[in-house]
């Protein structure tokens, strides 16, 4: 079972940048090497979104609003997916979580909470 942790939220202005960290445990480099890797976000009162996503194969994919201010990539040998955030707004504050199939089942970290003041 893939275990995930984020790290890296915190309170930051507008206009500001984070860098949140996902560490996937209890599977093996090549294993998670072959996984899509996600960052989610669930903003209070909301429904959880997807804000990007990153293939074995490293291609990327944005929701269109973060389109130009955020990056998604990966470390393979460290076992570890970030989520660059430049240009933060209020808009973004939320709690990010990452997140991977686990053999048909959703497995999600406990989530790192984001938020930006104006």
């Known amino acids: 079972q893939v275990q995930l942790g984020e790290s890296g939220g915190g309170l930051v202005q507008a206009g500001g940048s984070l860098r949140l960290s996902c560490a996937a445990s209890?599977?093996?480099?090549?294993?998670?090497?072959?996984?899509?890797m996600d960052w989610y976000r669930q903003a209070s009162g909301k429904q959880r979104e997807l804000v990007a996503s990153?293939?074995?194969?490293?291609?990327?994919r944005y929701a269109d609003f973060v389109k130009g201010r955020f990056t998604i990539s990966r470390d393979n040998a460290q076992k570890m997916v970030y989520l660059q955030m430049n240009s933060l707004g209020p808009e973004d504050t939320a709690v990010y979580y990452c997140?991977?199939?686990?053999?048909?089942?959703?497995?999600w970290g406990q989530g790192t909470q984001v938020t930006v003041s104006s």
């Open positions: 997140h991977t199939d686990c053999r048909g089942r959703d497995c």
């Open positions: 209890g599977t093996s480099t090549i294993s998670f090497s072959i996984k899509t």
């Open positions: 990153i293939t074995s194969g490293r291609t990327t």
